[in-house]
């Protein structure tokens, strides 16, 4: 076969590679070349054969032509079968060293793009790699979730934080999270996000019975519609149902919270410091003592003095008020308690300088379960409140 023609075909193929980073179709090398499809489908066998890339055979596409001397469009009745080219990675990196690429200086992922990385290819970071978005709520819009979620830069952020990035979450062999992301999202970064995200790169071991990261794959390469877990969700959605309950007033005042998140880093400081971004959601700061007492007065038959410490004579607080609401509809404390456990992290947080230790406890755990609890929690109220309230 013509050396020149093969040559030509490897050509065009690198060029339109470092145009959309994509394969080429045998139509277009046919077109670009002037020869029939035929010929184009033997040329990128003969380079598969090479060892020059590879191929996706006998795809069915419709060619479509367009006249500008007669504007009619008719689309094609039957498909042509030809082969889609991809050139290898070794043609594409001796391509970009040798050419004048290498002297754009192309942020990481995209010059990693242009030497043959797949668009859908996944790159692993450490989980610590979210932190900077999760710090900075003014620049960055997020969805995280258990399973990963997307992040995305708000119209106020400087150009050089900008990226849209859709982001799973793995487990690693050691019970951690990594963060896992596309090429075709990371290319897209400015290149100070993408300096950042390159520092954070790993390569672990990762377990095979992982159903989050299962969420994710079937999502973003399936394109199904499969909702992510989030423990957060699921207290900001059982704080919406018990105050639609009190509606028009609000037992919990505060629904919304930009910082709270889950960790990014396995650290007892950052359990901490998520736990005291929750507790300003749940806490007593965001109970209406106002609420609590009405509810007591008109639904449970409570008297003016039972709203007073026994001893003291001084009113009871949000918290006891809360729990004096769990007494009369003779249920177990299990919001009070879980409330005190949080408001416990959040001390530390606040009060204390934890001395970080290298031990086996998954801190990023701890808190999912204390989330969980939180949201039952509300949930278990809420159901008797209700029942309650029917019955009377």
């Not at 690693?172 to 999202?185: P, R, S």
């Not at 992510?228 to 919270?257: C, G, H, M, Q, W």
């Not at 396995?266 to 410091?273: I, P, Q, V």
Request: charged share 30%.
């Amino acid at each position: 076969m013509d050396q020149k023609i093969l040559d030509a075909t490897i050509a065009y193929s690198i060029e339109h590679w470092n145009s959309s980073f994509g394969g080429v179709s045998g139509l277009d090398i046919s077109n670009k070349l002037c020869i029939t499809n035929e010929e184009a489908m033997a040329i990128i066998e003969e380079l598969v054969h090479r060892g020059k890339g590879s191929v996706n055979r006998d795809v069915q596409l419709y060619e479509l032509k367009l006249d500008p001397k007669n504007p009619k469009f008719d689309f094609p009745d039957k498909p042509i079968s030809t082969h889609v080219f991809f050139p290898s990675r070794e043609v594409l990196k001796a391509n970009f060293y040798g050419s004048d690429l290498v002297k754009k200086r192309y942020p990481e992922y995209k010059a990693r793009m242009h030497q043959g990385a797949h668009q859908l290819s996944m790159v692993d970071f450490s989980d610590e790699v979210l932190a900077r978005c999760f710090d900075h709520p003014e620049f960055y819009e997020i969805d995280d979730s258990l399973a990963g979620g997307t992040l995305w830069t708000k119209d106020v952020a400087p150009d050089n934080r900008a990226l849209h990035v859709r982001y799973g979450k793995r487990k690693l062999e050691d019970g951690k999270l990594a963060v896992t992301a596309i090429f075709k999202d990371l290319a897209t970064m400015s290149a100070e996000e993408q300096r950042h995200w390159h520092a954070y790169e790993i390569e672990g071991e990762f377990t095979i019975d992982d159903p989050n990261f299962q969420r994710f794959l079937a999502r973003t390469y399936a394109g199904a519609f499969v909702d992510y877990p989030s423990p957060i969700r699921d207290i900001l959605v059982a704080l919406e149902k018990i105050n639609t309950f009190f509606s028009p007033a609000l037992l919990f005042t505060k629904l919304e919270n930009d910082h709270l998140r889950l960790p990014v880093e396995n650290t007892k400081k950052a359990l901490c410091d998520c736990s005291s971004e929750l507790y300003k959601l749940v806490g007593p700061d965001a109970l209406s003592q106002k609420v609590m007492k009405d509810f007591l007065c008109r639904s449970l038959n409570t008297s003016v003095e039972e709203l007073k410490h026994a001893e003291s004579g001084r009113p009871l607080s949000s918290i006891q008020l809360l729990e004096l609401i769990e007494a009369k509809l003779s249920i177990e404390p299990r919001l009070t308690k879980v409330i005190r456990e949080v408001g416990t992290f959040r001390t530390d947080a606040d009060h204390k300088i934890i001395k970080e230790e290298v031990r086996d406890e998954n801190h990023v755990d701890a808190f999912l379960c204390l989330c969980s609890r939180v949201a039952d929690s509300l949930n278990h109220f809420f159901i008797n409140a209700r029942t309650v309230s029917l019955s009377t």
